[in-house]
Protein backbone atom coordinates (compact mmCIF):
# COMPACT_ATOMS: atom_id res chain seq x y z
CA UNK A 1 0.00 0.00 0.00
CA UNK A 2 3.07 2.43 0.78
CA UNK A 3 4.16 1.80 -2.92
CA UNK A 4 1.25 3.45 -4.35
CA UNK A 5 -0.11 5.98 -1.27
CA UNK A 6 -2.59 4.42 -0.38
CA UNK A 7 -4.84 3.26 2.46
CA UNK A 8 -6.05 -0.76 2.18
CA UNK A 9 -9.40 0.43 2.57
CA UNK A 10 -9.33 2.73 -0.78
CA UNK A 11 -7.33 -0.33 -2.79
CA UNK A 12 -10.61 -2.18 -1.24
CA UNK A 13 -13.29 -0.15 -2.09
CA UNK A 14 -12.18 1.49 -5.57
CA UNK A 15 -9.50 -0.98 -7.38
CA UNK A 16 -11.06 -3.88 -9.41
CA UNK A 17 -9.21 -7.40 -9.39
CA UNK A 18 -7.85 -6.64 -12.40
CA UNK A 19 -6.19 -3.54 -11.16
CA UNK A 20 -4.68 -4.64 -8.37
CA UNK A 21 -3.19 -7.54 -10.29
CA UNK A 22 -1.62 -5.62 -13.00
CA UNK A 23 -0.26 -2.87 -9.99
CA UNK A 24 1.36 -6.24 -8.14
CA UNK A 25 2.99 -7.42 -11.42
CA UNK A 26 4.09 -3.98 -12.02
CA UNK A 27 5.63 -3.82 -8.62
CA UNK A 28 7.31 -7.04 -9.01
CA UNK A 29 8.32 -6.25 -12.46
CA UNK A 30 9.95 -2.80 -10.95
CA UNK A 31 11.21 -4.24 -8.58
CA UNK A 32 13.43 -7.02 -10.33
CA UNK A 33 14.70 -4.30 -12.38
CA UNK A 34 15.83 -1.88 -9.48
CA UNK A 35 17.84 -5.32 -7.50
CA UNK A 36 21.22 -5.89 -8.55
CA UNK A 37 21.49 -9.33 -10.25
CA UNK A 38 24.71 -11.00 -9.06
CA UNK A 39 26.97 -12.88 -11.88
CA UNK A 40 26.02 -10.32 -14.51
CA UNK A 41 28.24 -8.14 -16.29
CA UNK A 42 25.98 -5.34 -15.70
CA UNK A 43 27.05 -3.56 -13.50
CA UNK A 44 30.92 -2.92 -12.44
CA UNK A 45 32.26 -4.42 -9.13
CA UNK A 46 31.91 -2.01 -6.47
CA UNK A 47 35.18 0.10 -5.46
CA UNK A 48 36.22 -0.54 -2.02
CA UNK A 49 38.41 2.37 0.37
CA UNK A 50 41.29 1.45 2.17
CA UNK A 51 40.55 1.07 5.56
CA UNK A 52 42.92 4.38 6.16
CA UNK A 53 41.05 6.50 3.86
CA UNK A 54 37.37 5.62 5.49
CA UNK A 55 39.09 6.28 8.95
CA UNK A 56 40.79 9.60 7.90
CA UNK A 57 37.66 10.96 6.29
CA UNK A 58 35.51 9.82 9.60
CA UNK A 59 37.10 13.03 11.82
CA UNK A 60 38.02 10.55 14.72
CA UNK A 61 34.42 8.46 14.43
CA UNK A 62 36.09 5.80 14.09
CA UNK A 63 39.52 4.21 16.17
CA UNK A 64 41.33 1.99 14.24
CA UNK A 65 42.99 -0.93 16.29
CA UNK A 66 46.71 -1.82 15.35
CA UNK A 67 46.63 -5.99 15.45
Known amino acids: MSEWHVTP?????NWTD???DLMIEKLV???KRETPQTGTSERPEQA???IETLAARSRGMIKMKKV
Open 48 to 50: TVP
Open 18 to 20: ELL
Open 9 to 13: DYIVN
Open 29 to 31: ERR
